[in-house]
């Protein structure tokens, strides 16, 4: 089956300091899936942050940003400088195709900005 | 834009009992989903449907009945609640198109006495 490992539980990291979020994945029903991550601001729904379908491309929106890499399956998130308002919980997703994404969700991590 | 509406907020059921969870979005989508979130763990997909009257599995339908009457609504039973069960309960919708971003609603908030 398919999995999504990524950092779990909290991470704190003081506001304007960098940030990565570690996600690797496993699939055995698709070479190449698509990679997603999700985001859960407090009070609102999970929304889509961003999205990349192709090995090797990147994919960015609201400061941060994650590389498809292949070679290692692994889709981290990235932002070079965070602020309080990026206090959420970031999931990241593995999808298959044929129309309808059926999506492998990981554990979720809490990001923590300390002013 | 759009909204998905997911009803009730919170379910308080009995050991047993048959529980129902409704899900409706205005977004025109084609395909809607249903997703179990429990305590530290990723979201898991129930059921999903790519049209109206479409009923497909995911990894966790056993327990789970699903129905699709109308294109705007999608309905989740649990058709037996065991005791001390705790979870969210997530509906999603997109189009039907790989890689279409998924809308989600607020969730349902599930506890069985």
């Known amino acids: 089956g398919d999995s999504v490992t990524q950092t779990e539980g909290q991470v704190t990291v003081s506001e304007s300091k960098s940030l990565i979020i570690n996600c690797t994945y496993s699939t055995t029903s698709i070479a190449y899936p698509n990679l997603f991550w999700y985001v859960r601001y407090p009070g609102e729904g999970l929304q889509l942050l961003l999205k990349?379908?192709?090995?090797?491309q990147k994919g960015s929106s609201r400061g941060f940003e994650a590389t498809y890499n292949k070679e290692t399956t692994s889709f981290h998130l990235q932002k070079a400088s965070v602020q309080e308002s990026d206090s959420a919980v970031y999931y990241c997703a593995l999808g298959d195709t044929g129309g309808a994404d059926r999506l492998t969700f990981g554990k979720g991590t809490q990001l923590i900005i300390q002013p | 834009g759009g909204i998905i509406t997911q009803t009730p907020k919170f379910l308080i059921g009995q050991e047993g009992q048959k529980l129902t969870l409704k899900c409706q979005q205005n977004?025109?989508?084609?395909?809607m989903y249903w997703y179990r979130q429990d305590s530290g763990k990723g979201l898991r997909l129930i059921y999903y449907?790519?049209?109206?009257?479409?009923?497909q599995k995911g990894d966790l339908s056993e327990g789970y009945d699903a129905s699709r009457e109308k294109k705007s609504s999608f309905s989740l039973t649990v058709t037996s609640a065991q005791k001390n069960e705790m979870a969210v309960f997530l509906c999603?919708?997109?189009?039907?198109?790989?890689?279409?971003?998924?809308?989600f609603g607020p969730g349902t908030r599930l506890t069985v006495l």
């Open positions: 977004f025109n989508h084609d395909t």
């Open positions: 990349v379908i192709t090995a090797g």
């Open positions: 449907s790519i049209t109206e009257n479409d009923l």
């Open positions: 999603a919708s997109s189009i039907h198109r790989d890689y279409a971003e998924q809308f």
